[in-house]
């Protein structure tokens, strides 16, 4: 069984920072894309970072390019998020999710995940 569990969200001031983690289990970690997704309020579920499986680059969204860093140990199957410079419109439930690619066009990520972790919140204030 395919099991994503995701920590760290909370509540953070404008200009702060946060870092989120992931724990997954139930498949091969480093033959799989491996990276988070959000959902505002009202708003469709982007992806906003991805680590290819293939040669393990780091691949971002332009809402978060050059705020977010996106890591992973495939030792430990976990993959972290580190949020900097957090803005409000940053406020959103954040998913860890097995991406199907992690290609950037026009600055936006793909939407579809073959799994998905439960999602934590994020919220911060102004």
């Known amino acids: 069984e395919v099991q994503l569990v995701e920590s760290g969200g909370g509540l953070v001031q404008a200009g702060g920072s946060l870092r989120l983690s992931c724990a997954a289990s139930?498949?091969?970690?480093?033959?799989?894309?491996i990276g988070w997704f959000r959902q505002a309020p009202g708003k469709e579920r982007e992806q906003i970072a991805c680590?290819?499986?293939?040669?393990?680059?780091?691949h971002y969204a332009d809402s978060v390019k050059g705020r977010f860093t996106v890591s992973s140990d495939n030792a430990k199957n976990t993959v972290a998020l580190q949020m900097n410079s957090l803005k409000p419109e940053d406020t959103a439930v954040y998913y860890c999710?097995?991406?199907?690619?992690?290609?950037?066009?026009?600055?936006?990520?793909?939407?579809?995940?073959?799994?998905w972790g439960q999602g934590t919140q994020v919220t911060v204030s102004s």
């Open positions: 999710a097995v991406p199907l690619g992690c290609a950037v066009i026009g600055g936006v990520m793909g939407k579809a995940a073959d799994y």
């Open positions: 139930g498949f091969t970690f480093d033959a799989e894309n």
């Open positions: 680590i290819s499986y293939d040669d393990g680059s780091a």
